[in-house]
């Protein structure tokens, strides 16, 4: 029973290896977004979870005190879904800290790096 | 005794003209369903999307400066896979695929993210990829591919190709390449020219791994046939294969006067535009 278990353990670590790799765009080649990461902190406005790519749209608040929408692409969301994420991963106004590559231009836009939710629950690679 | 030597010649020959006649105009016989290999399941392809890995020079992805393949490029097609590279660096090689349009065609239908299917039928078999979606079909009924006087470039090009036991090897004909300039390897730039063709031969390595080995000419861009291996890893039993509808919202148009790829806001227009803090 323990090789079994072993077994099992040793399958679902390949394939999680094998989901991990999966570039997060593969749309698309990602050179409009910066190495480093920024966190933003904001209200989810809604995650649209459709291809080719997923999007989560967060109102944030700028430093001049305006309500600011920043867009953050995620994964293909066929990818994602096998992951285990759904569209209710990221309900509309929950509030959330989330961290993303910038673009390089400086719009209100990143590529999503790891979310925090104020309970503690995290999605993406947050440490 | 001539007489029943004489019934005895004229009963043959009556049967092997019987059996000419049934035979004629048959195709060869297919092979029987159950005697072909099982490929069935969701399969994703192992590595990244650089093209050519065993000829990959420079670290990083399809994307990183510095990243090339080498397939065997006269110098004329060298020029060209260099210019691709310069554009790729200044992120103004946009992916033909990117504008949710045309098909990736082959070989590039190996080389894709996401998942895929093998479908094995004793007349045909499909190669069903998540991503795009894209189909490609490839005869095992005993047809040859397409005269060369029959054929125009496409694509997925035509293909045909038969069973060495567990082993399918299949030729590829009657691409269009990069003539239109809508068909790349992948995001390094790497192309073919409308003369290329490639012999594949597929088989399943071990219980998680398929493997195909494509033997590819190009009379106008090769100096002699370059091989490209690609492995795909089978994923968990039970795993799906989702809708991809590539259009449903694509955020990342390309912006035909200048190659870039846009960054779309909700409202449909470029974030680009939009003002630094």
């Known amino acids: ?127 | 005794m001539i007489a029943n030597k004489t019934q005895k010649c004229l009963a043959l020959g009556a049967g092997l003209l019987f059996v000419a006649v049934l035979s004629y105009g048959q195709k060869p016989a297919l092979p029987e369903f159950n005697k072909l290999p099982d490929w069935s399941g969701v399969w994703q392809m192992m590595g990244g999307t650089v093209f050519d890995r065993a000829t990959q020079t420079g670290q990083g992805g399809s994307t990183t400066h510095g990243v090339r393949i080498h397939p065997p490029y006269n110098a004329e097609w060298e020029a060209i896979y260099q210019k691709n590279l310069a554009l790729r660096d200044h992120d103004r090689l946009p992916d033909v695929i990117t504008n949710c349009g045309v098909p990736v065609g082959f070989p590039r239908i190996m080389n894709l993210p996401d998942v895929y299917e093998f479908v094995i039928r004793p007349e045909e078999f499909w190669i069903l990829t998540e991503n795009g979606p894209n189909v490609m079909r490839i005869y095992t009924d005993g047809r040859a591919v397409l005269a060369p006087e029959e054929r125009w470039g496409t694509y997925t090009g035509d293909s045909a190709g038969h069973w060495e036991g567990d082993t399918l090897v299949f030729q590829t004909v009657a691409l269009k390449g990069s003539r239109d300039g809508d068909s790349i390897l992948d995001r390094t730039g790497a192309v073919l020219s409308d003369a290329a063709q490639a012999t594949t031969r597929m088989r399943r390595i071990n219980d998680t791994t398929i493997e195909a080995q494509m033997v590819i000419e190009d009379a106008k861009a090769f100096t002699k046939p370059w091989t490209v291996t690609k492995q795909f890893r089978r994923l968990p039993t039970g795993t799906r294969v989702y809708d991809y509808g590539c259009a449903e919202n694509n955020r990342n148009p390309v912006d035909a006067a200048t190659g870039r790829t846009l960054t779309l806001g909700p409202d449909g227009k470029p974030l680009e535009d939009k003002e630094k803090d």
């Open chain 1, 1 to 127: 029973m323990k090789s079994v278990y072993k077994v099992v353990l040793a399958v679902l670590a390949v394939a999680g290896f094998f989901f991990a790799v999966q570039p997060a765009v593969a749309h698309h080649s990602g050179a409009e977004f910066m190495d480093q990461v920024k966190e933003i902190t904001g209200t989810i406005k809604e995650f649209q979870f459709k291809n080719p790519h997923t999007w989560i749209q967060v109102v944030v608040e700028n430093p001049r005190g305006e309500k600011e929408e920043w867009s953050v692409e995620w994964g293909a969301p066929n990818s994602l879904a096998r992951q285990g994420y759904r569209p209710s991963t990221f309900p509309a106004g929950a509030k959330v800290v989330m961290r993303i590559h910038p673009m390089r231009s400086g719009a209100p836009a990143g590529g999503f790096v790891a979310a925090k939710f104020p309970d503690g629950k995290t999605v993406g690679k947050w440490e």
